[in-house]
């Protein structure tokens, strides 16, 4: 049986990672990102047979045409991954960055609810194995300087699937959370600072495509970062301030 795949953000980056791998898999794609010549391109690279979707994720109705479209030619997916995400460095005190703000948690937040919404009852009706997927990252764990925005919408990304989980358990949905550290990818090459354990991107997506064929709740890849993020989940907000209060910051207003 093909496995069908439909990933948002397949443009670049991680997302384009886990569509060559799946495509070296067998599987049929549904590749979503705001890039069309991108997506054509990368398609045409992968084969040429898969269904792309020029689309931005904080457009709910685009993304519930192209499920239905998705849907219609190749029935339920199997895996969505929600991977759609911007950052940019953010600091409350400048009004003008109440706008990359609302951008951020529009994409990283209500844009990975979208992704899944329009495909949940259909994959509820489908037989096999359904996972949701959706990549949060270390940064949700604990709000990092100058990333005001980026780390609370990773943190609501953690909560909201967490969430979901319950909510699919009973249908037999297994919902994976993903929290990358630092991965090898345009959003990551604009840091002005040493990024420990940066993993290179084609390594990262054969990790996650691993840990959701095993259907695992959670992880942190690589797993160097997971015993960080462990000891910072646990330091006493004097401590983790005292560490981090200097800690290098990503430059504001680009998102990437």
């Keep these: ?24 898999q067998g599987a049929i794609l549904g590749l979503a990102a705001r890039r069309n010549e991108f997506l054509e391109a990368l398609n045409q690279r992968l084969g040429g047979q898969h269904a792309c ?14 499920a239905t479209d998705f849907i219609a030619r190749f029935g339920a997916p199997d895996i969505i991954i ?10 409350t005190e400048f009004e003008e960055d109440l706008a990359a703000f ?9 844009g990975m609810a979208a992704t899944f919404a329009p495909f949940i009852p259909a994959m509820k009706a489908a037989a096999g194995e359904k996972r949701l997927v959706g990549i949060a990252s270390v940064a949700g764990i604990r709000g990092l300087p100058g990333a005001e925005a980026y780390s609370a919408s990773k943190a609501a990304a953690i909560a909201y699937l967490e969430s979901l ?19 090898e990818t345009p959003m990551t090459e604009i840091n002005p600072y040493k990024m420990p354990f940066l993993l290179p991107v084609d390594q990262a997506a054969s ?11 959670y992880s942190v890849i ?21 560490l981090f209060t200097s800690a290098p ?8």
């Design 222 to 242: 690589p797993w160097p970062m997971g015993v960080v993020a462990k000891i910072l989940r646990v330091l006493p907000n004097w401590l983790y301030d005292s």
């Design 249 to 256: 910051r990503k430059p504001r207003g680009l998102l990437k």
């Design 165 to 183: 989980r319950l909510e699919m358990r009973p249908y037999g949905i297994k919902v994976v959370t993903i929290a990358p550290g630092y991965i």
């Design 102 to 110: 609302r951008r951020i948690m529009d994409i990283n937040v209500f």
């Design 1 to 24: 049986m093909t496995l069908k795949v439909f990933i948002t953000g397949a443009s670049s980056g991680i997302g384009e990672a886990l569509a060559v791998y799946y495509a070296a």
């Design 53 to 66: 979707y020029a689309l931005d994720v904080s457009d709910a109705p685009a993304l519930h045409a192209a």
């Design 82 to 91: 929600a991977n759609a995400g911007v950052s940019a460095g953010t600091l």
């Design 207 to 217: 990790r996650f495509a691993a840990v959701i064929a095993r259907g695992t709740s």
